[in-house]
């Protein structure tokens, strides 16, 4: 066995590249866990939540009342109205004021749909506090 001189050189190169194969297996550890861990996290308990007892606030001495009836027409207090004619009748209303709360009243046959379109209009003419009534209920139902 003859040694050259030349190759005893070029046996120890050093590979330049990153050994990924421990890292790959830390992450599918991890993401193992979190896929076990992630549905024990989520609470599904059925709680009855208390009533609350707290003071409603108080009534404005003229409060405006919008009201959408069954048939979709609209009240601003007793008074009908044209949904056309919402923005100038609130403005009578509310002298001008558009920061005043509007309360919105809708009979319970009322969509969903119809409710927020009364409140786009609202919006459209410039009133963006509007309160929603409902009736208060002691015994929670």
Known sequence: MAARPGRFEDDFVEAHEINVTPFIDVMLVLLIIFMIAAPLATVDLAVNLPASTAEPPPRPDKPIFLTVKPDLSLA???????????????DAASGGNKQETVFLRADRSVGYGDVMEVMNALRSAGYLKVALVGLESRDGK
């Open 76 to 90: 601003l207090g007793e008074a009908p109205i044209a949904r056309g004619a919402l923005a100038t009748a609130l």
